[in-house]
């Protein structure tokens, strides 16, 4: 056998007599392991150079620590036999610890870790890794399945790591999907890398705790983190607020994309960061935000934003107030910021001096915003001030708006044409404002340039009737059978006539049932709850005529609900065209009901007629911790009757104080509420009650002999408009402000009401 012969596999059943033919010889080895007993019995050998091969297949429940100590020539590998066919699931985790490591291939998924992260740079708080590197790793949908339990899927500690070209997606728990850690001296000055990664899709938590990627925590603020974050791509990190939080000084945020993301790149706390070269396409998509700004020596210089619709501190660039000596996890204020030839395109909304308040009194100062090109479609200027802004010198930035009247001194108004480029940015085509906006010669990050390339970025959300039609029939179990058989994105399509359904229906898929004939498909039901939203589950549900009629005679059935408890996926629920009646074998008889947890991208209702029900209509209320964890994100009722609904119509509650997230959202227009919310069991007394809504749209709708509707606004500027509405109730409308002094901020418009 030939020793020098590369690569070379190693069984470890053959160790001993490999360790003695090579004694005194320093060949770098590559070692084949196919158990994790292996696996350890090997890392007692391993030399610089040397390359540890997990085989091939699924590894169930192991958590690796790599321990060793490479060289900066010859560094210690950890890789796949395969890149990609070696998965970690069920119980696994990676802890790496030592110097010069170098992990790549594995993929993490089916599972989640017991520890508090899947990838760690440490072993303990004592035995960190120094000059190590994780590349070309995936970590898919790795949640812990109580989604408030909190864990990092990466945390990085140590100096001189590199994280890159990994895949991380579907982050789902709470939990920072990638902190960089400065919690003790060895991690701080760190200057690691993160780049090329994909950050793939991270649905709202509905919740504090879903970033993105963290730097620092505030306790350790005020140290030098010197870490670089460039040519990732975050596609719809949707988590809270914060997409990127910074929370250490002279970290380097570098020509990263951020595609159609709710949030923003935050400078929390920490000094002298430069935030350059990004790009962020919002589409116009609900809340996507840019940067926004807090603390001083920060340097925000050619930046590319277009399409963002975000406001107040999710807009597209926000500068805060700060707090006069404030304590270090509040808000320090903005001293000596540049901001300097950014691109604000179809930006919505610029705000200074944000946060402006009794406590947050300290304006920003000695700070430049200079060469900017800012450019509005709808010709809407886009700043606001909430204070005096005197501390920012505006000078040579152009606009084809009409400047604020504050800044029109530094902001001149032109009249600007723009182009799309080559690279895919808008560039103004008059030659005599080159030196304006950003650069042209950005070269955004492409997607396909990120991650590993052997892993395919697939979507992660099924749409509604993407998959095979399947015509479905009235006979025994036929729409169960059928649910039960179908895949992924397909449309059942009732047949007309009676369906009796004896046994509860879960929708673990996204699936829509359709009535072929609108109203000739009619449903009735056995069992408590008809459909049960599950993990994976979406549903749409068109044209069916369903009754309650054939339901157990006791309390508490419900139509459609979610998992009672331990739901982690976020669903969806339209329905659309239907009529759904007879809720009213027994008392509390309920329409949905979400679960403990349970969260929905959005509820959505349309054109259908709801008559009959003795409970309430949508629970979306099963916070009770006030820790600001909510149900749904989006609610919309459209073009609905409802009669004699005996319980409450919408119960949304998103209580605590916390501000870490965007929902809930609530649109209701054009529905017609008879005789509905009056019901003895309905504790809220109120035909909607709407608990720290954040956006709430009431217009055109009809309220006939029904009790009131409750809105209490509790943190946030919540946004409340209830317009042209007719009630036959001379108090229908009660706003309250839980938290604010002062009058309600409620918008209440053209609604008539009589006695
Ligand atoms: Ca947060």
């Known amino acids: ?285 609900d809340h996507t935000g840019g940067i926004r700004v807090i603390n001083k020596d920060q340097i925000i210089k050619n930046n590319y934003l277009e399409g963002l619709t975000g406001y107040r501190f999710g807009s597209g660039f926000t500068v805060m107030n700060g707090v006069p000596n404030s304590k270090i996890n509040r808000y320090h204020q903005v001293a000596n910021a540049l901001v300097e030839n950014n691109s604000f395109i179809n930006v919505s909304h610029i705000q200074l001096a944000a946060g ?155 699936l829509s049932i359709k009535a072929e004939h609108q109203g000739k498909a009619q449903i009735v039901f056995q069992r408590s709850t008809l459909f049960q939203i599950i993990d994976g589950g979406s549903l749409t549900l068109d044209g069916l005529t369903i009754s309650g009629s054939s339901s157990p005679d006791s309390s508490g059935n419900t139509l459609i609900r979610s998992q009672k408890w331990g739901m982690v996926e976020n669903y969806r629920l339209v329905m659309r065209n239907s009529t759904v009646t007879g809720l009213n074998t027994n008392h509390s008889f309920h329409f949905f009901d979400s679960g403990n947890g349970a969260f929905a991208d959005y509820i959505e209702l349309t054109n259908n007629h709801f008559s009959n029900i003795t409970g309430d209509f949508l629970r979306l209320n099963k916070e009770i911790e006030d820790l600001g964890i909510y149900n749904a994100e989006y609610v919309i009722l459209k073009n609905n009757t409802f009669d004699n609904v005996q319980g409450v119509i919408v119960n949304l509650y998103r209580g605590g104080t916390d501000e870490s997230t965007f929902g809930p959202h609530l649109e209701m227009s054009n529905n017609v509420v008879k005789s509905s919310g009056k019901g003895k069991r309905n504790k809220t007394a109120s035909s909607l009650y709407l608990h720290g809504v954040q956006v709430t749209n009431i217009e055109s709708n009809s309220f006939e002999n029904t009790a009131k509707v409750v809105i209490e606004h509790t943190v946030g500027e919540p946004k409340t408009v209830v317009k042209n509405n007719t009630a036959s109730n001379a108090t229908a409308f009660t706003i309250k402000e839980l938290h604010a002094s002062g009058p309600h901020t409620a918008v209440l418009l053209n609604n008539k009401q009589s006695k």
């Open 356 to 510: 402006s308040d009794a406590e947050r009194s300290a304006v920003p100062i000695d700070s430049t915003m200079q060469n900017n090109l800012i450019f509005n479609e709808n010709a809407q200027q886009p700043f606001s001030l909430f204070d005096d802004v005197s501390g920012i010198t505006f000078k040579g930035n152009i606009a084809n708006t009409v400047a604020h009247k504050k800044l029109s001194s530094g902001i001149s108004q032109q009249n600007i044409k723009l182009k799309r480029a080559v690279n895919g940015l808008l560039y103004p085509v008059d030659e005599t404002f080159a030196k304006k906006g950003a650069s042209k010669n950005l070269s955004p990050i492409l997607k396909s340039a990120t991650g590993p390339s052997w892993y395919p970025k697939s979507n992660s959300v099924v749409e509604f009737e993407s998959g095979k039609i399947i015509k479905v029939n009235t006979g025994d179990d036929a729409l169960f059978n059928a649910v039960l058989t179908a895949n992924n994105g397909d449309v059942l399509v009732l047949a007309d006539g009676d369906y009796d359904v004896r046994k509860m229906i879960n929708i673990n898929k996204t």
């Open 1 to 285: 056998m030939n020793l020098l012969k590369a690569p070379q596999y190693f069984k470890a059943v053959s160790l001993a007599m490999v360790t003695l033919l090579l004694s005194g010889q320093a060949i770098a080895k590559d070692w084949l392991v196919d158990s994790p007993k292996a696996y350890k019995e090997i890392l007692k050998k391993v030399k610089p150079g040397d390359k540890v091969v997990l085989a091939n297949g699924t590894w169930q429940d192991f958590e690796i620590l790599f321990k060793a100590n490479g060289t900066k020539e010859a560094p210690i590998e950890l890789t796949a036999e395969t890149k990609g066919q070696v998965v970690l699931s069920g119980l696994s985790n990676l802890r790496i610890a030592g110097k010069h490591l170098v992990v790549s291939g594995l993929v993490f998924k089916d599972g989640h870790t017991p520890s508090n992260a899947v990838i760690s740079f440490r072993r303990n708080k004592e035995d960190l890794a120094y000059h190590s590197r994780v590349t070309e790793v995936v970590i898919d949908n790795f949640n812990n399945p109580d989604k408030r339990e909190s864990d990092y899927w990466v945390a990085i500690y140590g100096q001189y790591n590199r994280f890159d070209h990994n895949y991380l997606t579907g982050k789902r728990n709470k939990g920072v999907t990638v902190a960089v850690r400065l919690d003790s001296k060895q991690s701080q000055e760190n200057h690691h890398q993160i780049d090329h990664n994909y950050f793939g899709p991270r649905p709202i938590l509905g919740s504090n705790g879903g970033e993105t990627l963290r730097i620092g925590t505030s306790h350790y603020s005020l140290s030098n983190s010197y870490t670089l974050v460039e040519n990732n791509y975050f596609d719809r990190c949707d988590g809270e607020v914060e997409i990127i939080s910074i929370k250490s000084g002279q970290n380097n945020i570098r020509n990263n994309v951020f595609f159609e993301s709710r949030g923003t790149l935050t400078m929390r706390h920490g000094n002298g960061n430069i935030i350059e070269e990004n790009i962020f396409f919002g589409n116009g998509v």
